[in-house]
């Protein structure tokens, strides 16, 4: 049997999905287009039956047909020493992150009070895929904007009921972010301010706000994923009600 956080990893490749997954001796790779790690990579959770290292040459066999660079994803829960066995065949470790979870009983709400009185904010919940929402997204991520068709085909695909935020400051949208409420679970996703607002308590205002929305579904449980060195953001998190978890981390060769 599997533990809840085993779940809560085999529920991030469902809410945060690939737009095509084969197998190889229980090792899911993913693939989307090349975007975000996540998608575009090997998942782990299961261990080998293989020779080890002929599983990996497989692996990045898979991903040279596609033009894409070979990616693990490991976790605590990945086969043991296979990090190791990356780094002797010269895959650079990127992104130490951390999986933060909280029982919403544990949730603190945080809403604005920095602004002026002169300011109007404004949230908007939408709860299905926005087209809006994602050039929304594009525009304050930085992510070009080829890429929508990518992101619509993997928002279709996601295993859950999607609720998209926009938080607009004078009519003009300063942030965003996604959740996905899947059973007694709601995720984040795509959490971004605009560098110019940040610091405001925008953040937490809106994952509030999705996080209220998805108290109304009934959910019990939430999950956040954050890079290491993002240390405002698990502050933010922290101050939510989010502890961390555990660890994962990517290889790429």
């Avoid at 990996?56 to 040279?64: A, L, N, P, V």
């Avoid at 525009?139 to 619509?152: A, H």
């Avoid at 101050?239 to 060769?253: A, N, T, V």
Wanted: charge should be negative.
């Amino acid at each position: 049997m599997i533990s809840q956080l085993e779940h809560i990893e085999e529920l991030s490749l469902t809410h945060w999905p690939a737009l095509h997954t084969e197998e190889i001796d229980g090792w899911k790779l993913r693939t989307a287009n090349g975007f975000t790690k996540r998608a575009n990579c090997v998942s782990t959770l299961t261990n080998s039956n293989e020779n080890i290292f002929e599983k990996i040459e497989r692996c990045e066999q898979y991903y040279s047909a596609k033009s894409q660079p070979t990616i693990f994803k490991l976790t605590p829960f990945s086969e043991p020493n296979l990090d190791e066995k990356l780094e002797q065949l010269n895959y650079i470790k990127q992104d130490n992150s951390l999986v933060m979870a909280m029982s919403l009983q544990n949730f603190n709400p945080i809403n604005i009070s920095s602004f002026q009185q002169t300011d109007e904010v404004h949230f908007t919940l939408i709860h299905h895929i926005s087209i809006k929402w994602i050039e929304q997204y594009c525009q304050l991520s930085g992510t070009s904007s080829l890429l929508i068709p990518t992101i619509i085909d993997m928002m279709a695909a996601v295993q859950g009921d999607i609720i998209c935020c926009s938080c607009s400051l004078n009519d003009e949208v300063v942030a965003v972010g996604l959740a996905v409420v899947d059973n007694q679970y709601i995720s984040f996703y795509n959490i971004i301010t605009s560098e110019q607002h940040r610091n405001k308590g925008i953040a937490g205002a809106l994952i509030t706000k999705l996080m209220n929305a998805g108290m109304q579904a009934g959910v019990e449980t939430s999950y956040i994923q954050v890079l290491s060195e993002n240390s405002p953001a698990r502050h933010l998190y922290e101050k939510l009600g989010f502890r961390e978890q555990y660890p994962y981390w990517y290889r790429i060769k």
